[in-house]
């Protein structure tokens, strides 16, 4: 489905970023693993190579420009070309509003909503230089509804939807594709703590019609459809992975 395709899936090293990429790998792609966390990307790279793909291991910060040109000059030069990027990297700092202080606000925009800007702004010449390509942002069902006491977070998510939105209507001319993906709750290292939490799980259960927590690999699943050529009529959608938590 992704034969010899290249894949960028940024924060890769854990969680739902570490699921799409071997998933990716799985269906031919080789995959690059840019993450903060150095340890976590090379041990999802061993992974990629054990199923017989090329993965390259790139320390990123999404958020400053100068590591983003890095990750993509490091890509091209040794894999050739870029077909998909996957902006997955994020992070969530729960606190209430009046708690939130401007340095979390700043880190959680910085990282969620500018790290897909500059990503995607790096990305796009190669995709340009081959005829096209598919680019896949990580938003949240916090980015449609309210969540508590995570501000900087929910308006982030919300960003990306309609950062999705406008990239699609302008990179579609150019055969590009973009669209998003809103996870529900899903169970990965960010949300360990939040479900460890007898309460807090119960409510979010209460609030999933399906009854459970997503796993990393039911964001995968969908990543890989917006990856492949069977998405290419779909343009600038966010597609819900929530287990119908916004039906309600």
Not at 53 to 82: A, C, P, W
Not at 120 to 129: H, I
Not at 175 to 186: C, D, E, M, T
């Amino acid at each position: 489905m992704l034969k010899d395709k290249v894949a960028i899936v940024t924060g890769a090293g854990s969680g739902v970023g570490r699921a799409i990429a071997l998933h990716f790998a799985k269906k031919g792609a080789d995959v690059v693993v840019p993450d903060i966390n150095l340890k976590g990307a090379q041990n999802t790279a061993k992974e990629i190579e054990a199923l017989g793909r090329k993965s390259l291991v790139i320390k990123t910060d999404v958020s400053n420009s100068s590591d983003v040109d890095q990750m993509v000059k490091e890509t091209v030069n040794k894999l050739g070309k870029i077909d998909i990027l996957v902006n997955n990297a994020g992070i969530c700092i729960q606190k209430p509003l009046m708690e939130t202080t401007e340095s979390d606000w700043d880190k959680v925009l910085d990282i969620n909503l500018k790290g897909v800007f500059l990503c995607s702004k790096r990305v796009v010449p190669e995709m340009l230089k081959q005829g096209g390509g598919k680019i896949i942002n990580l938003a949240s069902v916090a980015g449609q509804v309210g969540f508590l006491n995570s501000s900087a977070y929910c308006a982030s998510k919300g960003g990306v939807i309609n950062l999705t939105r406008e990239m699609a209507l302008e990179l579609a001319p150019k055969n590009i594709n973009v669209n998003a993906i809103g996870p529900g709750v899903i169970e990965t290292p960010m949300t360990r703590d939040m479900l460890a939490d007898d309460a807090t799980k119960r409510m979010l259960l209460g609030s999933t019609p399906f009854g459970r927590v997503g796993h990393p690999e039911d964001i995968a699943n969908a990543a890989l459809f917006l990856a492949s050529g069977e998405s290419n009529f779909i343009n600038g959608i966010t597609l819900f992975v929530d287990g119908g938590w916004l039906t309600q």
